[in-house]
């Protein structure tokens, strides 16, 4: 088949109704060859919403959520190379009726009116009408019934008009319905649920309203009396002082004590009449009579703010007090009240700026209430100065400027100026120029500042009251460089190996090294010689510089001083001290060489002193060495002996001595050996028995026999003490019993070790004796205990 123009399948009716909220589909459906495309487009020219979905493949225009601006005439148009065809489809909005303005329950008294609004939307304009009871009414047949615009009145309501109401509105795409119902009361005047307040008080002079709400359907006519008198009301004259309001309400004005006294209000209509009663008492006005005032008090001091008041003497007046229009807590530790009668002062404690203020004191009573201000200025060191900049620096001044801050009421005096680096510990007081800064002035020159350090400035205000709070630090600034003035602290040195003069000192701190490149200058010459060799170490951190000669004699004496340099060129040196050069080991062995055996585990090493030799000081210590392990014990300082422990019984050590110095060691003494006794007992002292008689405690316990490679048991330590005490008393003995003499009312802790040759053996278990009271008193009494000790000795191997 050939090519040709697309034929449109598809005709739409005159218009397509599409309901409000509802989704819309319209579909176009065409042949041609090619296959044509299909589009939509609204013919109006306005463009498809954000929510419209064209599927142009198979030619569906999809709305959703249709709405009264989405109606109009849709085209479809069809198209490919040999033509193009359109068709037209008109969407119609349409919406059923919705209400938005619904008529409630009312209840009306008899002879009132009612208005009933009945609002609804919809797609034709919705048309409104009435139903009473489930019957159609309001028909405009009564004038005094209404319908417009869906809205119901009527007017002049009787009993008759009472009924359940139904308001209808709609089109021809449906209806929607709102019930309402409608009371009608008619009743006599009833003060039962509001009767008359029985007291109503008023100060003289004042205004007063007395309520008259009786229950009555409908509203009839209110009356006032006084007494036996009806009251007469003036609305039209300006100067009347009584009269009754619209809702039947008494108002009374610029009361005086002859108004007091009993009034009656009388309501009525057309079923009946009724009466309320209650008594007005003319009370005499609350006045304050402590005047208004401006006080000033000073920082820290305390002050009462007065406020005294006349009243009526039936009335009892409640004060309170404003800061500022804030109501004071009292208990906070700075307000406190001052009882007094017909007064209501309140002390302030310990006044700081932020309490200055308005002060109100209102006092209030059942019938009137007054208040009255009191302005406190407080006068206080001044707040911190504000804006402190550094102007100009050099290495040692620096120019400020600031601006004032508040005076607090006392003109500022004078001002002080603090600095900060980060080597201070916080805050300093700086020199200045002039000396002492008046409270005109607002620059100053700081002085005596160390050059290549970061500052910070800040600045204080005085008055004749103190001194306030600091300003906030200006900006950090570094003072310029200059030649370095503190030298090394502490120079001093020796040691090191052969040939080598160490020389040591104390860095310069970093805040008084004056500048970058900070380094030292070292500089040296044996003791009487004329000409220094000088050496330079370019790290302000190193502490320390080694000369190595192998001409250098040991232990020779040296002048050494170190000096300072930077950017800007050298400092001083400081003073010469003398430093030895290196030490030369000893050269010769220890002598006399002794060694014996103290214990199983001691033994005791001794020697004769290595003489001075030229280079190489006096020995100050020596090594003592045991084969096994290689072990070291090292003595300092000139001694003759040491004690070496930790040892084995029974076995033989071969021992020799060596000197050392800071130079190393020397060579080692002829080997001694020696031999440490047997280990002390193992066993410990069993079947320890205990009694107690006439404040002593006796202990007895079985004989502890050595084994066969332990030393002999030449006696026993008996070590007791207080159960409290830390540190025990000892008691030897070399018998199997001991007797003690201490006060039996405290409790004990007592153990006991066997001693032979090889040192002491193990205790036996720790003994509890307990506190014995009034013992004494007891005659021939006698406590035994007893214990059974089992140990297993370990395997001997």
């Known amino acids: 088949m050939g090519e040709y123009e697309p034929k449109i399948e598809v005709q739409f009716p005159e218009a397509v109704p599409a309901a409000k909220g509802s989704t819309v589909k319209l579909e176009c459906f065409a042949l041609g060859n090619p296959v044509p495309s299909i589009t939509w487009r609204r013919t109006d020219g306005v463009p498809f919403a954000r929510k419209v979905d064209v599927r142009k493949t198979i030619g569906v225009l999809e709305i959703p959520y249709f709405q009264q601006e989405d109606a109009g005439m849709y085209e479809c148009v069809a198209e490919n190379s040999k033509g193009r065809n359109t068709v037209k489809g008109k969407l119609q909005f349409y919406a059923p009726p919705q209400l938005i303005e619904n008529p409630q329950d009312v209840q009306k008294a008899i002879d009132e009116s009612l208005v009933w609004e009945c609002k609804a939307t919809g797609k034709p304009k919705p048309m409104y009408r009435w139903m009473k009871n489930g019957q159609v009414c309001c028909l405009l047949t009564q004038e005094r019934i209404q319908v417009v615009n869906g809205a119901l009145s009527i007017t002049q309501l009787t009993m008759?008009?009472?009924?359940?109401?139904?308001?209808?509105?709609?089109?021809?795409?449906g209806q929607v319905y709102s019930n309402a119902?409608?009371?009608?009361?008619?009743?006599?005047?009833?003060?039962?649920?509001?009767l008359l307040k029985t007291h109503t008080m008023v100060r003289e002079g004042g205004d007063v309203l007395i309520e008259c709400r009786p229950k009555m359907s409908p509203r009839g006519k209110i009356s006032w009396?006084?007494?036996?008198?009806?009251?007469?009301?003036c609305f039209l004259v300006p100067s009347c002082r009584i009269s009754i309001l619209d809702n039947g309400s008494l108002r009374l004005t610029n009361a005086t004590k002859s108004d007091a006294g009993i009034y009656t209000c009388i309501a009525g209509n057309q079923f009946g009449t009724a009466s309320s009663a209650g008594s007005l008492l003319v009370k005499e006005p609350t006045i304050i009579t402590t005047p208004p005032a401006t006080l000033d008090i000073t920082v820290g001091e305390s002050i009462v703010l007065p406020c005294q008041v006349t009243h009526d003497p039936s009335l009892e007046p409640k004060f309170t007090w404003f800061f500022n229009e804030q109501l004071i807590h009292f208990g906070n530790h700075v307000f406190f009240t001052v009882p007094q009668h017909s007064a209501g002062d309140i002390m302030i404690r310990n006044i700081q700026l932020r309490h200055a203020g308005k002060y109100t004191c209102a006092v209030q009573t059942k019938v009137d209430s007054s208040s009255i201000a009191t302005d406190l200025i407080v006068r206080g060191p001044p707040g911190p100065p504000t804006s402190v900049h550094v102007e100009e620096i050099s290495d040692t001044t620096a120019s400020l400027s600031w601006r004032p801050g508040p005076d607090n009421h006392s003109p500022i005096t004078a001002y002080t100026i603090q600095a900060r680096?980060?080597?201070?510990?916080?805050w300093q007081a700086v020199?200045?120029?002039?000396?002492?800064?008046?409270?005109?002035?607002?620059?100053?020159?700081?002085?005596?500042?160390?050059?290549?350090?970061?500052?910070?400035?800040?600045?204080?205000?005085?008055?004749?009251?103190?001194t306030g709070e600091p300003s906030r630090p200006s900006r950090q600034?570094?003072?310029?460089?200059?030649l370095p003035k503190v030298t090394p602290a502490n120079v001093s040195g020796g040691g090191g190996s052969r040939s080598e003069l160490v020389i040591t000192w104390e860095p310069v701190p970093e805040e008084l090294q004056n500048g970058g490149g900070f380094g030292y200058v070292v500089a040296f010459r044996p003791y009487n010689a004329t000409g220094w060799m000088q050496a330079a170490v370019p790290s302000a951190e190193v502490s320390r510089y080694?000369?190595?000669n192998d001409t250098i004699q040991p232990f020779t004496p040296f002048q050494v001083k170190v000096g300072v340099y930077n950017n800007k060129g050298e400092g001083p040196f400081g003073p010469a001290v003398t430093v030895y050069s290196a030490e030369e080991e000893p050269g010769s062995a220890p002598s006399r060489i002794h060694a014996s055996s103290l214990s199983a585990s001691d033994v005791e090493v001794t020697w004769r002193v290595l003489p001075w030799i030229t280079g190489r000081r006096p020995d100050q210590s020596k090594r003592v060495e045991k084969e096994e392990m290689a072990s070291v014990l090292r003595t300092v300082g000139n001694r003759t002996s040491a004690v070496i422990q930790g040892l084995r019984g029974s076995t033989t050590y071969s021992v020799t001595v060596r000197a050392y110095n800071t130079a190393g060691t020397g060579p080692p003494s002829n080997v001694v050996n020696v031999t440490t006794k047997k280990p002390p007992p193992s066993q410990p002292p069993v079947k320890v028995m205990w009694n107690t008689s006439n404040s002593k405690i006796i202990l007895n316990w079985e004989q502890v026999k050595a084994l066969e490679n332990e030393s002999e048991v030449t006696g026993y330590k008996v070590l007791y003490k207080r159960n409290r005490s830390s540190q025990p008393r000892v008691m030897e003995t070399n018998t199997t019993s001991v007797e003690?003499?201490?006060?039996?009312?405290?409790?004990?802790?007592i153990q006991i070790k066997p001693i032979g040759e090889g040192g002491e053996g193990n205790s036996s278990r720790q003994i509890t004796i307990p506190r014995i009271s009034g013992l004494d008193n007891l005659s021939y009494s006698k406590l035994i205990w007893t214990m059974h000790v089992l140990f297993i000795l370990p395997p001997q191997g």
């Open 160 to 173: 008759a008009d009472v009924g359940m109401y139904q308001c209808v509105a709609g089109n021809k795409h």
């Open 477 to 482: 600034a570094r003072t310029k460089e200059s």
């Open 431 to 466: 020199s200045t120029v002039p000396e002492v800064v008046g409270g005109r002035r607002l620059t100053a020159t700081v002085t005596d500042l160390s050059p290549w350090v970061e500052y910070e400035f800040r600045v204080l205000a005085s008055n004749t009251i103190g």
């Open 546 to 548: 080694v000369f190595k």
């Open 181 to 194: 119902e409608l009371r009608v009361v008619a009743v006599a005047p009833d003060f039962s649920q509001n």
């Open 225 to 233: 009396r006084k007494g036996n008198e009806n009251l007469l009301t």
């Open 421 to 426: 680096t980060p080597f201070s510990l916080g």
């Open 740 to 749: 003690l003499s201490l006060p039996t009312d405290e409790e004990y802790i």
